[in-house]
């Protein structure tokens, strides 16, 4: 069984401070990571994914996580944020290597990025 | 360029009543998974279908059930509504390889069940 944890329910930043968002996960497998971004009342839009290769990975929007594997973080992060960035965060996992329509994604409870003046 | 399409966006039910939600894939995508996201809750898997077969099965209410056509839409079909149902029902479709497929969401079903 795999769970995600994402420990802060909300994180406030000034504009154009750094941003980071914490992500832990639990896995007996190795797994493939994901973070993605919800606007009000819209849909899960994907920001990055880390599936093999380069721990560090960029993704849209400037922002980049790292994977760590001995610490099993993933933690998102950007040098500045925008005003646009308030939004709320999920950070998700899947079974490494499973086909067959069986790469189902347990989510953590999600961190509201809220961005002040 | 083309994303998943689910209807309706808003749906009002009322208790014991039955609803029927639709998604629409990506052209060419073989995969549909449907999630619940309850208020302020973080979105949680139901079930998932490969090529018209369920592939894997969440925490789904018996009440509620699911199918791919031929085409590749998904119907999520719930019964005997109750107002735990009401919540945001997201689809998304994948083309399945060896793992790691990005999963595309839909904008969701809003369900309120009165």
């Known amino acids: 069984a795999q769970s995600v944890t994402q420990l802060d329910s909300q994180v406030p930043v000034f504009e154009e401070a750094p941003v980071e968002l914490r992500c832990n996960y639990s896995s007996s497998v190795s797994v493939y990571l994901f973070w993605y971004v919800q606007y009000p009342n819209q849909g899960l839009q994907l920001l990055l994914k880390y599936l093999s290769g380069s721990t560090l990975v960029k993704g849209i929007n400037g922002f980049e996580a790292e994977f760590k594997k001995s610490e099993t973080s993933f933690h998102l992060t950007k040098p500045s944020a925008d005003m646009s960035d308030a939004a709320e965060y999920f950070c998700a996992v899947s079974d490494r290597g499973v086909t067959g329509g069986g790469n189902k994604l347990t989510f953590g409870t999600g961190t509201q990025l809220k961005v002040e003046l | 360029a083309a994303g998943v399409i689910q209807s309706p966006r808003h749906l009002i039910k009322e208790k014991r009543e039955t609803a029927t939600l639709k998604c629409y894939p990506i052209p060419r995508h073989d995969t549909v998974y449907w999630y619940q996201q309850g208020p302020g809750q973080d979105p949680q898997f139901l079930i998932s279908f490969y090529e018209k077969m369920q592939s894997d099965k969440g925490s789904i209410p018996d009440r509620f059930s699911a199918q791919q056509f031929s085409d590749y839409h998904s119907e999520l079909n719930m019964s005997s509504l109750e107002l735990g149902d009401s919540a945001l029902y997201f689809c998304?479709?994948?083309?399945?390889?060896?793992?790691?497929?990005?999963?595309?969401f839909g904008p969701g079903t809003r369900l309120t069940v009165l």
């Open positions: 998304a479709s994948s083309l399945d390889r060896q793992g790691g497929n990005e999963q595309f």
